[in-house]
Structures are given as C-alpha cells and as structure tokens.
C-alpha cells in the first residue's frame, strides 16, 4: 500500500476515516472551546482547514483523517509530508476535542497510523514535528515512543511574525515492535 491511499483504520477506541466535507459539523463542535497556547491553533474555519487538507491530499502530499468515536468525529490527524518514494512520512495536523483530551483516543490513533505506516506501507520512518515551547505535545510525543532526532531553529514564521524551533522526532522500524506493545499496554490498562 502507499502512504497516500484512502483507507479506512479502526480499533475498539477509535475510527480513522478518510477526511470529507461532511464531517465540517461535528468537527466545528469538536473544536468549541478549544484553548491553545500562542505556539498552536485549532482552525479558525473548520471548511476552510478540510478545503485546504483535502487539495493537499489531491497533491499527494497528505493524508487526512476524521478522527471518529461513539459516531462522531472529534478531530482530525494527517499523514503529512508524504514522501512516498523514500517512504518516509509525517504524523501531524493532530488536533482532538477537550472532551477526548488524556483518553484512549489519541494513543489509540497513533497505534492505526503506525501500525499502518510501518506494517502496510513498510515505512522506513516515521516523523513527529512540534514547536519548541509545546511541552504538552513533546511529552505525548515522548509517551509514544519517539526520539528526539534534534531541533530545527528559526524553521518557521508564525501567524504573528514570532520564530518557531521545531522539535523533530521519529520511530524506525526497528523501534516499532516496542513501541507498538507500549501503546497497546496503556490502551489496556484504561
């Protein structure tokens, strides 16, 4: 399979469908209340962020996903930064609910895409991007099982003119099996 393809991915925890138009309702409620520090947002237009997900879909560039449970979409994640020839990809775009916030879902989210990335489209690595000052993000990351591959300074202009350093992390393959049983044991014990 390539990193690209519309697939379906689902557990007992979560449903990860392919990103549509139609899921614009539950995720404007989803983000209601939604508060983010100054180093990360939540879309301002819901249509507007899927309008802009999906073109770079078209492009091959991404792979969006409605992050669905109980029925009901509560997010959205991405594969991203699709480099399919050197299969390589990015996990990102991820944003949840408050409501699902500290539950199953986001781990439970991230064992599909990897599971997927590394076992379907035989990924060679697997990138997690953040801003420096995200603590809360670096942690989940960490949580995951990532690495620390290094910090990219002044890689980004943000909205207001202020300078990102982007914290860079990834899983390889040979990481992957542990990571997988980490992830499957916090998911047990909730």
Not at 16 to 38: I, M, N, V
Not at 128 to 154: M, P, Y
Request: aromatic residues 6%; contains cysteine.
């Amino acid at each position: 399979m390539l990193l690209t393809d519309t697939i379906v991915l689902e557990n007992s925890h979560v449903r990860l469908e392919p990103l549509d138009p139609s899921h614009a309702d539950d995720l404007t409620e989803a983000a209601q209340g939604l508060e983010y520090a100054w180093y990360t947002s939540v879309p301002a237009s819901v249509p507007d962020a899927i309008a802009e997900r999906l073109s770079k879909r078209d492009a091959g560039t991404m792979n969006p996903f409605a992050v669905i449970q109980e029925g009901r979409a509560v997010g959205m994640t991405s594969f991203c930064n699709i480099d399919q020839p050197n299969r390589h990809v990015e996990i990102g775009y991820t944003w949840l609910a408050a409501r699902v916030q500290r539950t199953a879902v986001n781990t439970a989210a991230k064992l599909l895409l990897l599971g997927h990335a590394f076992e379907a489209c035989d990924a060679i690595a697997v990138e997690f991007c953040t801003h420096w000052h995200n603590r809360q993000s670096r942690a989940a990351i960490e949580r995951l099982g990532a690495k620390q591959d290094g910090v990219l300074r002044n890689h980004r202009i943000g909205p207001d003119g202020t300078l990102r350093d982007t914290v860079v992390y990834s899983i390889l393959p040979h990481e992957w099996p542990a990571v997988r049983l980490g992830l499957q044991s916090r998911l047990a014990r909730r």
